[in-house]
């Protein structure tokens, strides 16, 4: 079984950064990617960032110049970090890891900007 637990999230103004974390633990394939997608209310979970194995990442055009995705391999966890934050970057995020046995998704973390 496979667990993802995520962390960092928060209320910020706009302008400002923060930094989630997510945790893997359990049994899962070493190739793999790990990612964070978002959802906001009355909208569809949307990508944020990847990164695989390998370490090469994608981002939405939304976010880029602006997250950060990385990983800790030795502790099997991925960090997104977000600087200039906007409201539009509201919503619940959710930690994903891919990988041949399968995808799983972390419980959601909730990041709040205000104006």
């Known amino acids: 079984q496979v667990q993802l637990v995520e962390s960092g999230g928060g209320s910020v103004q706009a302008g400002g950064s923060l930094r989630l974390s997510c945790a893997a633990s359990?049994?899962?394939?070493?190739?793999?990617?790990m990612g964070w997608h978002r959802q906001a209310p009355g909208k569809q979970r949307e990508l944020v960032a990847t990164?695989?194995?390998?370490?090469?990442?994608t981002y939405a055009d939304s976010v880029k110049g602006r997250f950060t995705i990385s990983r800790d391999y030795a502790k099997n966890t991925v960090l997104l970090q977000m600087n200039s934050l906007k409201p539009d970057d509201t919503a619940v995020y959710y930690c994903?890891?891919?990988?041949?046995?399968?995808?799983?998704w972390g419980q959601g973390t909730q990041v709040t900007v205000s104006s």
């Open positions: 359990g049994t899962f394939s070493n190739i793999n990617t």
């Open positions: 990164i695989t194995i390998g370490g090469r990442t």
């Open positions: 994903k890891l891919d990988s041949p046995r399968g995808t799983y």
